[in-house]
Every structure is written in structure tokens, then in C-alpha cells.
């Protein structure tokens, strides 16, 4: 069973870098992955789409794809030789393909829940209240651990195994 964690780095008060350890292994490029946070969120970007693709079950979405193998166009597994690279190529494009629909699910509701919390006002047939709540109460706690991550320092969030697809489940 693969493990996953996503590392997130504060390199200042608006900039982090991101990256995974799968299996207890570095990516090669995802950790060196640096974003600009707006000035006026409350959460980075990425922190988001992990809260939220964790709390609504988004088994194919942007952590998700990378549980299962996947690249998603930024982190690149280090492997042996080209034929692994290809097979890891391969499986990549298939789960992006597969996952097109839980990454914009991903993107919809980390887009509500930028500034920190989805509101009540919340469409709550896009949103249901019990997910809104959900998504809001883990969304405080990670908030919390960031804000007490020092600047240099790592959150290091663990992905469920349980949203993990394996191989040859898809």
C-alpha cells in the first residue's frame, strides 16, 4: 500500500513551495514547486484543494491522481530507467482523464473555500451543509497549522490511504 505526503514549505507570508513524499521517497521537481498566495487568503491555494479533495472523497482529484501515481503535470515520481518512466506516463494520462471531473469539483469548491471558509450563503445544492461543515471545520485546523508553521518550516499533510486508488482499479 503506497503512502503519500504532501509537504508544504512557508517560504514567506505569501509564497510556499509544494511537494509529496510517496512511499518515503522525494519527487523529483514537485518540491521545488513555489506559489504566490493573494494577499488576501487566508489559506494557500493548494492547502485548500487538499482540504477539500480530502472532505468531499475526491478520489481522482489533483491528490488524489498523485496517491494513485499520477503527475499531474508538476510532480514527477523518481524512477529507474525509460520504461518506467513510460509506464508512469501512461498511468498518469489515464488518471487525468479519469480525474477531469473530481479536479473540477476540486477546483469549484477550493475556489468557494479560498478565503478560508465556505459561507453558509453556499449554493447548498452545490455545496450540502453537512460537507460545508466538514470542509470548514478541517479547513480551521490546517489554517491553525499553517499559522504556526514557521517561515522555512514544513506542514506536512498525510493523504488517506482510503482515497487511494490502486493499481488495477482503474
Not at 491522481?65 to 494520462?93: E, I, M, N, P, Y
Not at 473555500?113 to 451543509?129: L, Q, R, Y
Amino acid at each position: 500500500m503506497q503512502t503519500v505526503d504532501v509537504v508544504f514549505r512557508k517560504l514567506n507570508d505569501r509564497q510556499y513551495g509544494i511537494g509529496l513524499i510517496r512511499d518515503g521517497a522525494r519527487d523529483v521537481g514537485g518540491d521545488v514547486a513555489v506559489r504566490l498566495a493573494p494577499g488576501d487568503a487566508r489559506v494557500p491555494h493548494d492547502l485548500a484543494h487538499f482540504v477539500v479533495e480530502e472532505q468531499a472523497a475526491l478520489k481522482l482529484g489533483i491528490f488524489g491522481q498523485c496517491a494513485a501515481g499520477g503527475d499531474v503535470g508538476g510532480f514527477f515520481r523518481a524512477s529507474a530507467g525509460k520504461r518506467g518512466k513510460a509506464q508512469q506516463l501512461k498511468r498518469s494520462r489515464r488518471l487525468g482523464g479519469a480525474g477531469r471531473s473530481d479536479v473540477g469539483r476540486s477546483e469549484e469548491l477550493a475556489g468557494l473555500a479560498f478565503s478560508g471558509a465556505i459561507a453558509p450563503e453556499a449554493d447548498p445544492v452545490a455545496v450540502p451543509p453537512a460537507l460545508r461543515e466538514s470542509i470548514n471545520r478541517r479547513l480551521n485546523e490546517v489554517i491553525a497549522q499553517w499559522n504556526s508553521t514557521p517561515v522555512g518550516g514544513d506542514l506536512v499533510l498525510h493523504w488517506p490511504s482510503h482515497l487511494t486508488i490502486r493499481r488495477g482499479q482503474l
